[in-house]
Structures are given as structure tokens and as C-alpha cells.
């Protein structure tokens, strides 16, 4: 089995599909293809169009890769990519039921090795991101799922509370597919989650001294932080900047 422990930077296209694979190819051959997927996205087996929006972000990272590779050194393209068709294959397997031990030649070492060397040339990159580190991913996941839990049984409005529930669903599916597209991710979820606090403010304000609304303020407050140490931002743009700047007067220390 190949060793998923290899330390590859995981901060571009390349890095992060070596991880998603070199995870497939340490899952046991009793297992079905969807049973792989299910685990290496680290989501609860479910009806199988659960999986399906990763493999799709996965197959647009690989596009991402094969266009960045491009640019980056058009002179040794075919070398870089030439055994990424591998993993087009791979990706692109959409008989789920297959027995995961009859496919996984589709994905060999010197495939995982060049995605290294892919991701080691693209690390190199001045404006290349950051990585978040795994474990802080999990404690937000987790400290997500509580929260989650929480308003559900608490005495919020019931339209606020639907509307924090509708918005942690959302940082909760950035976090998860973090793995494929990277601070993308997460920085897509915490602008939608600033503007959806812009739109509802009034609900926010009425709403800023429950435990609900400090502990979903402090969730925002640790994306802030992650994308601005990922992105190696000094400074948010100024709207942002301005609603973070009002978020953080309303916690309780």
C-alpha cells in the first residue's frame, strides 16, 4: 500500500489530489469504490450522490493543476503531466460498485510520485498559500458541529436561528472540502457568511449578547484568521475589515 504519510505540501492543485489519492490507495481492496470515496472525503456513508459534488471538485482540481502546470513551465508540460491521465481515469471510474482492489493499478507509485514533485515545483510559487493545519481544521469542524447542535434546542428566534443553522451548514462544507480546493473553500463560505450579517444586521444586534450569536461571532473570527494567515493578508478589504471590526465589539470577553 502506498504510504499517505509522505510529507507533501498540500498548499496547490497538486499537493492536495497526491493526498486524496496516495488516501485511496491505503484503503483495503475488500472495499467498493463508493465505500473508498466515502472514506477518503471523511463523510458518513450516505446515497451515493453525496460524494458526487467532491469527485466534481475534485476532477476541477485536476483541471486547475493541468492549467497551472501550463503557465508555470510550458516548456516541461509533458513531463509534468504525463501520468496525470492516471488520475483522470481514476476520477472519472463511475462504476461505484466496483470491488476497489480490481481499479487501484489505475493509480500507480510513479503517479503519486510525479503529483509530488508537481506540488514541490508549484511550493516554490511566491504567491502559493499557506496551509491550515489538519488538526485546527478538525477543532473547527467539531466546535461547528457543537454550535450546530446547540441552536437547534436553544430559545433564538426561530428565522435567526434557522439562518445561523443554514450558515454553519455552510462553513461546515467549506471545512470538509478544504482537502480538494484548498482556502478557496473557506474563503468563499466566510464572504457569504459576512454579507448574510450585512443583510440581517438588525437580527444580529438584538441577538449579540446569546451564547449562540458569541460563539458563532468567534467561529468567524477564527476563519479570519485562518485566511489571513493562509493568504499572508495583512489587512482585510475594508468592508470586511469593518464588519469583523463590529463583530469582535460584540463579544463578551
Not at 510559487?125 to 458541529?145: G, H, R, T, W
Request: with cysteine.
Amino acid at each position: 500500500m502506498y504510504d499517505p504519510e509522505i510529507d507533501v505540501d498540500r498548499n496547490n492543485p497538486a499537493g492536495r489530489l497526491h493526498h486524496i489519492l496516495s488516501n485511496a490507495l491505503s484503503q483495503p481492496d475488500n472495499l467498493t469504490l463508493e465505500e473508498v470515496w466515502f472514506k477518503v472525503f471523511e463523510i458518513e456513508n450516505g446515497p451515493l450522490s453525496e460524494i458526487f459534488p467532491y469527485i466534481h471538485k475534485t476532477n476541477n482540481t485536476l483541471n486547475e493543476l493541468k492549467a497551472t502546470l501550463n503557465k508555470v513551465d510550458d516548456k516541461n508540460y509533458a513531463l509534468f503531466t504525463k501520468h496525470l491521465h492516471r488520475v483522470d481515469q481514476f476520477i472519472n471510474t463511475n462504476n461505484f460498485s466496483t470491488i476497489w482492489g480490481s481499479i487501484r493499478s489505475k493509480l500507480t507509485e510513479a503517479t503519486l510520485d510525479s503529483l509530488a514533485f508537481c506540488s514541490a515545483e508549484l511550493s516554490k510559487m511566491p504567491d502559493c498559500e499557506s496551509c491550515i493545519e489538519e488538526q485546527e481544521l478538525a477543532d473547527l469542524l467539531k466546535e461547528v458541529d457543537e454550535l450546530i447542535c446547540t441552536i437547534v434546542s436553544a430559545s433564538l428566534n426561530e428565522s435567526l436561528k434557522l439562518l445561523l443553522i443554514k450558515q454553519l451548514n455552510q462553513i461546515r462544507q467549506a471545512i470538509l472540502e478544504y482537502k480538494i480546493v484548498g482556502i478557496d473553500s473557506l474563503s468563499n463560505a466566510y464572504a457569504s457568511n459576512l454579507g448574510t450579517i450585512t443583510i440581517n444586521n438588525s437580527s444580529f444586534l438584538n441577538n449579540k449578547d446569546t451564547e449562540e450569536v458569541q460563539s458563532y461571532i468567534r467561529v468567524l473570527s477564527k476563519i479570519d484568521i485562518f485566511l489571513s494567515v493562509a493568504l499572508n493578508i495583512k489587512a482585510l478589504a475594508p468592508g470586511a475589515a469593518a464588519i469583523m471590526k463590529q463583530l469582535s465589539a460584540f463579544l463578551v470577553t
